[in-house]
T-cell receptor
Framework: QKEVEQNSGPLSVPEGAIASLNCTYS??????FFWYRQYSGKSPELIMS????GDKEDGRFTAQLNKASQYVSLLIRDSQPSDSATYLC??????????FGAGTILRVKS | GAGVSQSPSNKVTEKGKDVELRCDPI?????LYWYRQSLGQGLEFLIY????????KSGLPSDRFSAERTGGSVSTLTIQRTQQEDSAVYLC???????????FGSGTRLTVV
C-alpha cells in the first residue's frame, strides 16, 4: 500500500463545474496536509494546507480533511481551463518530511 | 530571496561526467529538501537538511549522489559518474520547518547523453 494514494485520472470536467480531487493516506500520525498544483513543465505550487478535520475554504478552493477515514480532498468550484494541471496531495510523515502522491491530472474543458 | 532559486535551469552532460546542482532557499527557511521527478512520474525524495542537524540521506539512490548545505543556506547536489537513468528534473524546496508546506524552486532539468 502506498503512503499517499491518488487516482491518476485524467479527471475531465466542463468549465464552470465543480472538480473533486481525492487522496487517501496510510500514516495515522500525519498531522499536516497540503495540495499542490503542477502545470506541465513547471514545478509544484502550494495552493492549500489543512491541519484539522473539516473544511477550509480559500477562494474557489476548498480542502476537506477526515482524519478518522484518512482522507483528504480538494474541491475546485467554477472550474476554469486554467485550472487544468496535475494536483499533488502531500501528507506529513512525522517528524519531518512530506510524502507526495503521484498526482491527479485535471482537465477542464471549455 | 523572494523564492527558491536553482541553477542551472538546464544541464546536458555526457555519461560518466560529474554534475553539480545548486539551490538557494528562501531566507529564514531552516529546512531544505531535494527531490527528483522523472518524466510523467511522481516526486522522489532524495535528501533533507534541517538546521545544523545531520542530513537525512535516506532517499539517495546510490553513493554517486551526495549533497551539502553550507552555512545553513545554499545547498549543492552532486552526482558523480552520471548515468542515463539520472536524467530527470531535480527540484529543491525549502520550508520554515519540519512538516510545514514546501516552496519549490523551478528545478534543474538534467539530461545525460
Amino acid at each position: 500500500q502506498k503512503e499517499v494514494e491518488q487516482n491518476s485520472g485524467p479527471l475531465s470536467v466542463p468549465e464552470g463545474a465543480i472538480a473533486s480531487l481525492n487522496c487517501t493516506y496510510s500514516d495515522r500520525g500525519s498531522q499536516s496536509f497540503f495540495w499542490y498544483r503542477q502545470y506541465s513543465g513547471k514545478s509544484p505550487e502550494l495552493i492549500m494546507s489543512i491541519y484539522s478535520n473539516g473544511d477550509k475554504e480559500d477562494g474557489r478552493f476548498t480542502a476537506q480533511l477526515n482524519k478518522a477515514s484518512q482522507y483528504v480532498s480538494l474541491l475546485i468550484r467554477d472550474s476554469q481551463p486554467s485550472d487544468s494541471a496535475t494536483y499533488l496531495c502531500a501528507v506529513s510523515r512525522p517528524p519531518d518530511k512530506l510524502v507526495f502522491g503521484a498526482g491527479t491530472i485535471l482537465r477542464v474543458k471549455s | 530571496g523572494a523564492g527558491v532559486s536553482q541553477s542551472p535551469s538546464n544541464k546536458v552532460t555526457e555519461k560518466g561526467k560529474d554534475v553539480e546542482l545548486r539551490c538557494d532557499p528562501i531566507s529564514g527557511h531552516t529546512a531544505l529538501y531535494w527531490y527528483r521527478q522523472s518524466l510523467g512520474q511522481g516526486l522522489e525524495f532524495l535528501i533533507y537538511f534541517q538546521g545544523n542537524s545531520a542530513p537525512d540521506k535516506s532517499g539517495l539512490p546510490s553513493d554517486r549522489f551526495s549533497a551539502e548545505r553550507t552555512g545553513g543556506s545554499v545547498s549543492t547536489l552532486t552526482i558523480q559518474r552520471t548515468q542515463q537513468e539520472d536524467s530527470a528534473v531535480y527540484l529543491c524546496a525549502s520550508s520554515l520547518g519540519p512538516g510545514e508546506g514546501y516552496t519549490f524552486g523551478s528545478g534543474t532539468r538534467l539530461t545525460v547523453v
